[in-house]
């Protein structure tokens, strides 16, 4: 059973920078693509970007690229979401996600979500 | 942009009732969308994918359809651990991934 794992809680200042994590369990991490999902306080969901391990590939939303980096360390079966200087406006629950499917891709298991507050 | 919509925004029905969601793709090569179910203070889960595959474990009284741009989610009849918010997705290999705007479902 794939279960994916991540970092507790964080608050920050703006201008902060932050990585939270997503650990893998019960799956080929190296073949997965693993993703994450932002979701702003009672909003819906926006992707944000996607690697996959194996090789790095990594993929972004347009709106996220040059805000958040993807990466990923095959020796501890963990993916990172990173940013440099944090804004209030990242404050969020961000999930990370494994995908499936072909030709048409879905996210079928989901993290628990960590929570990234935010203040200026 | 890629822009996916879904009508109604919110519902309220009774328990029992035939409850169904629209989700309209924003290019008919999407060919498929997946259903995800989110309760409150939870993660989202995959519910249905690639448009009528139920996720292991969905009760069968959720079902998908669609074609082209137009797709729907039923409930054929509503139970109250079904209160959540659905959202639909889709993926082009352009813009890479879509959610809609959700549908928050109440008990009436």
């Known amino acids: 059973e794939v279960h994916l794992e991540q970092s507790g809680a964080e608050v920050k200042k703006s201008g902060e920078s932050l990585t939270i994590s997503c650990q893998a369990t019960?799956?080929?991490?190296?073949?997965?693509?693993i993703g994450w999902v932002r979701q702003m306080p009672g909003k819906g969901l926006e992707w944000m970007g996607s690697i996959f391990p194996f090789d790095s590939d990594t993929r972004y939303n347009p709106s996220f690229r040059g805000r958040v980096t993807v990466s990923a360390d095959l020796s501890t079966n963990t993916t990172s979401l990173r940013w440099s200087s944090l804004r209030a406006s990242d404050t969020a629950i961000y999930y990370c996600?494994?995908?499936?499917?072909?030709?048409?891709?879905?996210?079928?298991?989901w993290g628990q979500g960590t929570q990234v507050t935010v203040s200026s | 942009d890629i822009q996916t919509t879904q009508s109604p925004s919110s519902l309220s029905a009774a328990v029992g009732d035939r409850v169904t969601i629209t989700c309209r793709a924003s290019q008919d090569i999407a060919k498929s969308v997946h259903w995800y179910q989110q309760k409150p203070g939870k993660a989202p889960k995959l519910l249905i994918y690639?448009?009528?595959n139920l996720q292991t474990g969905v009760p069968p009284r959720f079902s998908g359809d669609g074609s082209e741009t137009d797709f729907t989610l039923t409930i054929s009849s509503l139970q109250p651990e079904d209160i959540a918010t659905y959202y639909c997705?889709?993926?082009?290999?352009?813009?890479?991934?879509?959610f809609g705007p959700g549908t928050k479902v109440d008990i009436k």
């Open positions: 996600v494994r995908r499936r499917g072909y030709p048409s891709y879905f996210f079928d298991h």
């Open positions: 690639a448009t009528s």
């Open positions: 019960g799956s080929n991490f190296r073949t997965s693509w």
């Open positions: 997705q889709e993926y082009d290999n352009i813009n890479l991934f879509s």
